[in-house]
């Protein structure tokens, strides 16, 4: 409807409300012969009405109906850490009216659910729990992208339950509550859930409850639709209104959430699924505007509001948005049902054709925005929050300058020009974007950024001088996007003096290095998020909710149109994602030899990404056409002794803590700079990355492909013999002095889980070295971490390296230790002939050696691997034996521990009598 006609209904309405009678005879009189000028305002004056009525009705009743929204719901007690059926829950994530819901795992398929459990109330109630029921068996039925996948619907000791999808992202209600979302986000996300409530619709499904809290989204912008568990059938015969059995939602009775409920839900109405559509109306009013689309102070006023309000009516005095989307929000908002769409499939076909027309970024520039900004020419992938928290910072008065951190190949460029391109239109003339790859001095950092903005020097004026006149002069706000800064930093306190200048003024700058000037504020863009490779079970399409993933899978499209994610290649794809740091520049590289090489034949070949990845596109600069190019580039930026120091770093695997640094990379004295300060440069420009783990000290980690690249630095150095002999060294000691201590102290324990993968580096290093001393002493020092981690194969594979390297070397304390250490290890696993040779080498040395706990130790492994084969005559005997050279020794506290496993062996022959004597000899 025209909104000329809008006001002309609003008037006769609102003449007619004024009128104590005749009514009728007015009407006839205003409307004549426009039966649907009548008809409108007929409609506004029952909704007036009706909101009256509520506003009347007594206060028992109103509260009564209004009980089903948001009222106490009496819940299980919490169920963390308990199993139930098949799911291991793990951790209560939410709770409200209909139920309470759990993160778990299901340990039957190895991935995680949420699990929904229902209210004692409804779970109690037969014919409740009956509808609940048949209602959630339908939801189960939907198989749409943008619902939430109901897995199971199950109960298990009195309490019943749904197994859902898990989800990741944040609700729409916390995206909201941080300001209105660009709208050309808001419409991409309306068209996901319009399509999916037509599905829904389709089979005759009613939500009844949307509104942002049932909305996830997802990191790379998928919405979800969550809980149908209040969803209506509309052909449920139960639905009768001459039914006489209880309904969850009966006539008269409000359900839903205030703010978001048509009239006719207000009403107590019967609902179909054009009462979806007023709450679609609802939450899309709120996503543009930021604001509710109906408030008050208190639940009457809200009330009144759903049912006389047209808050569509004047938003487009707020939001900037194509006349469409208005005729859109105002058939959804309209009060009577049947003035709204007839089918939700013409609702999310008219939301999409206006999705597509805002999709391309260059048709999103009118004839009057000019720029001279690069427009992207390929889609956009995820960082959806990032993009969020940087328009939040750029919001801010007190922000002037912003640097977006980050390794090469990371897309701080891309993020930057994807903000700027969501700003608002009346920012264009406002922002200017300067490229500074191409420039190699610092002192030609003023000429640059004044020629981007169009301006001339003066007769007698630097550059420098015309910029800062030109910084002077603004009236309005401007933004500079100066992009890869990190080759110009002597230049940065010329950049941050331009900010004294004019407080209309600020700067975005990308760059690898920080620019260290005050009022700095770090952005550092993350890699892509990408899922474990190891998830093999996961259902292919739910990948793509990885923004590493779906990156991977677009940029292949380009190359090989047919290409799509299966079961077979998913995990492969997830490999190569995770392989390369989720860093966008590699996994389009990647992408880009899809022609020729499937993922699964890509992975291994992945071990010299940097050999691989090359082949970028040939307009590109060339520090972008290959990962090894783009990360020389940051590496040509250090100073001699940084780069020393980045080298030597490359011998770490999976992080470490400065300590290792300072005992590894400066063994002999000769870096040149001072350790804490050559981190805190790596960090500042962005080689390596700082982490805190929970009661760990702080660690630093490089990524792998930057790894790489260092290594292949170290090899040509000459420097990775020694460095990597340093690095040994470290880890023998860490693990001799710490070793022994695991069992005691769960903090050390974990810091050897973090140093898992170094400790294995050392190894490596020893065994192909032929350091049979060192390796003996690092092998056996790690004895216990592989036990209490349970890490048997690993531990026995390498103790027998280590024995093999020293077959022929003189006999030793540290071998016969080694070979007790892989025989217990044999045993576990069940290789008992392995575990008795190898137990029987040890004994054989310490006897030679004259070593009686040695001896002692030797006979007990014996014993306890000829108890394990069954062999109980032998296994007594030697523990006989064990406990002899016990008593000799006058140990009391191992001698019990020997006479506790002899003890155990008399009583499984049935000698009870001995093994009640030898168990209170343990016990003296």
């Known amino acids: 409807m025209k909104p000329e006609v809008w006001r002309r209904v609003e008037e006769l309405c609102q003449q007619a409300l004024e009128l104590e009678g005749g009514r009728t005879e007015f009407l006839q009189s205003a409307c004549g012969s426009d039966h649907e000028l009548r008809s409108e305002v007929e409609s506004l004056l029952a909704h007036e009405k009706a909101a009256e009525q509520f506003m009347e009705s007594s206060a028992l009743t109103t509260t009564g109906k209004i009980v089903a929204i948001d009222g106490p719901t009496q819940v299980v007690n919490d169920l963390t850490g308990t199993t139930i059926s098949r799911y291991r829950i793990i951790e209560k994530i939410g709770s409200g009216g209909m139920g309470v819901v759990y993160r778990a795992e299901d340990t039957d398929l190895g991935r995680f659910v949420a699990l929904k459990f229902l209210p004692v109330e409804v779970a109690h109630d037969s014919q409740l729990l009956s509808r609940f029921q048949r209602e959630a068996k339908a939801a189960s039925a939907l198989n749409h992208a943008n619902i939430v996948t109901i897995y199971e619907l199950g109960h298990f000791d009195g309490r019943h339950y749904i197994a859902m999808e898990m989800v990741r992202g944040e609700t729409l209600r916390h995206i909201i509550d941080s300001g209105p979302l660009p709208f050309r986000n808001a419409v991409a996300i309306a068209t996901q859930v319009a399509d999916a409530l037509a599905k829904a619709h389709d089979i005759g499904l009613v939500h009844r409850d949307l509104k942002p809290e049932n909305l996830m ?6 919405a979800k639709i969550l809980d149908f568990g209040v969803a209506k059938l509309r052909s449920d015969p139960v639905d009768s209104l001459s039914t006489e059995a209880g309904l969850i939602t009966d006539p008269g009775t409000v359900m839903g959430t205030l703010g978001y409920m048509s ?10 699924f054009r009462s979806d559509q007023f709450s679609f109306g609802a939450v899309l009013y709120e996503m543009v505007s930021g604001q509710p689309a109906f408030s008050g102070k208190g639940r009457a006023e809200i009330m ?18 194509p006349a469409p989307f208005f005729w859109i929000l105002d058939r959804c908002l309209a009060k009577d049902p049947d003035r709204r769409y007839t089918s939700t499939r013409d609702l999310a076909r008219d939301l999409a054709k206006i999705r597509d027309l805002r999709r391309d970024p260059s048709a999103r520039v009118s004839s009057s925005r000019q720029v001279n900004w690069p427009i992207p020419r390929t889609a956009f992938i995820g960082r959806h929050r990032e993009i969020a928290n940087l328009r939040r910072l750029l919001d801010r008065e007190d922000v002037r300058l912003i640097t977006l951190s980050g390794p090469g190949g990371i897309g701080k460029t891309r993020l930057a020009l994807q903000v700027i391109s969501e700003l608002p239109d009346e920012h264009a003339a406002n922002l200017c974007f300067v490229p500074l790859s191409s420039i190699s001095e610092p002192e030609a950092i003023a000429t640059t950024i004044a020629r981007a903005l169009g301006l001339r020097d003066l ?10 006149e030109h910084v002077r002069g603004l009236c309005n706000p401007q933004i500079l996007v100066l992009d890869n800064f990190e080759h110009l930093i002597p230049a940065a306190a010329e950049i941050a003096d331009l900010l004294t200048l004019n407080p209309n003024l600020k700067i975005l700058v990308t760059s690898r290095a920080l620019l260290h000037v005050y009022g700095e504020h770090e952005f550092p863009v993350p890699p892509l998020a990408a899922p474990d490779p190891k998830i093999a079970l996961v259902v292919a399409d739910a990948l793509l909710s990885f923004p590493a993933m779906a990156l991977f899978v677009e940029r292949a499209k380009a190359v090989k149109n047919d290409f799509a994610i ?4 998913a995990p492969a794809i997830a490999a190569i994602c995770v392989r390369l740091d989720g860093l966008p520049l590699a996994i389009e590289l990647a992408a880009s030899r899809i ?23 040939c307009d590109l600069p060339v520090r972008q056409q290959t990962l090894r190019g783009t990360v020389n580039w940051s590496y040509s930026l250090l100073n001699p002794a940084e780069q020393s120091l980045f080298r030597r770093l490359s011998v770490f695997s999976g992080g470490c803590t400065l300590e290792a640094v300072e005992a590894v990379c400066n063994t002999r004295d000769d870096l040149g700079l001072d350790v804490l300060d050559g981190m805190a440069s790596m960090v500042d420009k962005s080689l390596i990355q700082q982490s805190e783990p929970i009661g760990a000290e702080t660690r630093f980690l490089m990524l792998f492909t930057i790894r790489e690249y260092a290594m292949e630095r170290l090899l040509e150095s000459g420097e990775e013999v020694a460095t990597r002999r340093a690095h040994a060294a470290y880890y023998v000691v860490l693990a001799e002095d710490c070793g022994e201590e695991l069992a005691k102290d769960p903090e050390l324990l974990e810091r050897f889980d973090l140093e898992h993968q170094n400790f294995r580096n050392a190894l490596k290093f020893l065994i192909q070295t032929g350091d049979a001393d060192w390796g003996m002493r690092l092998g056996a020092a790690l004895f216990h971490f592989w036990e209490l981690r349970e890490h048997f194969a690993e531990g026995r594979m390498i103790l027998d390296e280590l024995l093999d390297l020293q077959s022929g070397a003189a006999q030793s304390k540290t071998r016969a230790r080694l070979l007790l250490q892989a025989g ?13 040779k190898r137990a029987a080498e040890s004994l054989k040395i310490c006897q030679d050696l004259h070593d009686q706990p040695g001896v002692a130790v030797a006979l007990n492994a014996l014993g306890v691997t000829a108890r394990e084969r069954g062999d109980l005559v032998g296994a007594r005997g030697v523990f006989e034996q064990c406990v002899a050279t016990w008593r000799e020794l006058g140990n009391p506290i191992d001698l019990a521990r020997a006479l506790s496993n002899l003890a155990n062996v008399v009583r499984l022959q049935g000698d009870h009598a001995r093994a009640h004597a030898l168990y209170d000899e343990c016990l003296a």
Not at 566 to 569: F, G, I, L
Not at 597 to 611: D, Q
């Open 217 to 222: 989204i997802t990191e790379d912008g998928t």
């Open 263 to 272: 009239p006719e839900q207000a009403n107590g109405s019967t609902l179909d």
């Open 304 to 321: 009144a509001a759903i049912l006389r309000d047209h808050p569509e009516r004047v938003l487009s005095a707020k939001v900037q948005a």
């Open 459 to 468: 007769p007698g004026e630097s550059s420098h001088e015309t910029l800062r």
């Open 566 to 569: 299966t079961r077979e290649n």
């Open 595 to 617: 022609k020729i090489l499937a993922p699964t034949t890509m992975l291994p070949r992945l071990v010299s990404s940097l050999s691989l990845l090359t082949g970028g596109a």
């Open 824 to 836: 217990i290890f044999a045993n576990t696993l069940g290789d008992f002939a392995t575990a008795q």
